[in-house]
C-alpha cells in the first residue's frame, strides 16, 4: 500500500542516514542508525535492501564520513568522504531562524531527502555564524538545522521532546538512554547561558545565541 509519506511522484527520494567509521571499529553505532532507517522505512512502506551488508563492506586508513541512502524501491546505496572534525574547544555560533517548524509535521521525525528548509537556511547563513536553529508555531525551539539542541542545567542536559517537532537523533538517543539528557521544553530565553548542539558524527559542540 503506497505511504501517505512517500510522494510517488519524487524519483530522488531517499531516506538518509550519516554515520561516522573508524579504522579498526568500523560505523559508530551502525545499530542505532540501522533501527532508525528500518522506522523510516516502515513510516514509508520501504522495503530495505542491502544497507547492513553496505556498511560492513567499508574499508579505509582513515575516519569517513558515510552517508547511505535507500530509495522509494528499497536500494541502498553508500557514499565515502573523509571525515573532517570539530575542531578542539569550538563554540559555534547559532542564531534563530524565523521560519517556524510545525510540532505536527510528520515528514519532521524522519532523516529524508526532502531538506529544502533546512538546506535553504544553511545557505543563507551568514558566515559568521555556524548553525541555525528553528522554533515552532509554540514559539519553543526544536532543533538546528543539522544538529539537535542540548541545554545544560543542574547536571543534566536538556532537550526538546519529539512532540515539539525534532529529528529524533542517534546521539540524543544514546544521551537520553544513558541519564545524561532529559526532555524538556526549551524557549529562547533559555539560550541565553550557552549550550550545545550536536550529532553523531561530530558529538556536542559547545555554542552561543548570537
Known amino acids: 500500500m503506497e505511504s501517505p509519506l512517500c510522494p510517488p511522484d519524487d524519483p530522488g527520494f531517499r531516506l538518509i542516514e550519516t554515520l561516522r567509521w573508524e579504522p ?7 545499530a542505532r542508525h540501522l533501527a532508525r532507517l528500518a522506522r523510516s522505512a516502515r513510516a514509508f512502506g520501504i522495503e530495505v535492501e542491502g544497507a547492513r551488508e553496505a556498511l560492513a563492506g567499508v574499508v579505509g586508513e582513515a575516519p569517513l564520513r558515510l552517508r547511505l541512502t535507500v530509495d522509494a524501491a528499497g536500494r541502498a546505496e553508500l557514499t565515502c568522504a573523509p571525515y573532517v ?21 510528520p515528514w519532521l521525525q524522519h532523516k529524508t531527502t526532502r531538506r529544502a528548509l533546512y538546506d535553504q ?39 526538546p521532546p519529539r512532540a515539539e517537532g525534532l529529528l529524533p537523533g542517534i546521539l540524543r538517543e544514546r544521551l ?14 533559555d539560550l541565553g547561558d550557552g549550550f550545545f548542539v550536536g550529532n553523531d558524527l561530530r558529538g556536542l559542540i559547545k555554542a552561543r545565541l548570537v
Open 24 to 30: 579498526g571499529q568500523g560505523a559508530r553505532e551502525a
Open 176 to 189: 537520553i538512554e544513558e541519564g545524561r539528557a532529559r526532555e524538556a521544553r526549551i524557549m529562547p530565553d
Open 85 to 105: 572534525p570539530v575542531p578542539e574547544g569550538a563554540v559555534w555560533r547559532v542564531g534563530l531562524a524565523e521560519t517556524r517548524l510545525a510540532s505536527d509535521d
Open 121 to 159: 537556511a544553511r545557505a543563507d547563513l551568514p558566515g559568521w555564524i555556524d548553525e541555525m536553529l528553528f522554533c515552532n508555531e509554540a514559539g519553543a525551539v526544536c532543533e538546528g538545522t543539522i544538529t539537535n539542541l542540548f541545554v545544560p542545567r543542574d547536571g543534566v542536559l536538556l532537550t
